[in-house]
């Protein structure tokens, strides 16, 4: 069974910076392609970021390019979210996403078949 964990959400002020991390345990990480996603109080869940499974092929939301890095561990078994220059408009719960699928990761929600538990980013202005 696979568990994603995520972390590393907190509260900072605008124009800071944060790293989310997110474990995922129960089968061979580097098989997965693996996403961020982030949902806003009374907001659709909206794509943020995703990876390959080697990491050498990232995808970005217009909305964070130049300013968020996805990345894996694979020895870890961890993908990371370093977000910097944080905007208010970047408060959200943060997810992190895992899938089998063949080819280069999603860019939507029915892509991914597992989620973590989600954690919260509040940007202060």
């Known amino acids: 069974q696979v568990q994603l964990v995520d972390s590393g959400g907190g509260l900072v002020q605008t124009g800071g910076s944060l790293r989310l991390s997110c474990a995922l345990s129960?089968?061979?990480?580097?098989?997965?392609?693996m996403g961020w996603f982030r949902q806003a109080h009374g907001q659709e869940r909206e794509f943020v970021a995703a990876?390959?499974?080697?990491?050498?092929?990232?995808y970005y939301a217009d909305s964070v390019k130049g300013r968020f890095t996805i990345s894996r561990d694979n020895a870890k078994n961890t993908v990371f979210l370093q977000m910097s220059n944080l905007k208010p408009e970047d408060t959200a719960v943060y997810y992190c996403?895992?899938?089998?699928?063949?080819?280069?990761?999603?860019?939507?929600?029915?892509?991914?078949?597992?989620w973590g538990q989600g954690t919260q980013v509040t940007v202060s202005s």
């Open positions: 996403a895992a899938d089998l699928r063949i080819g280069p990761p999603a860019q939507t929600q029915r892509g991914y078949t597992y």
């Open positions: 129960g089968r061979t990480f580097s098989s997965y392609v």
């Open positions: 990876l390959s499974r080697s990491g050498d092929k990232t």
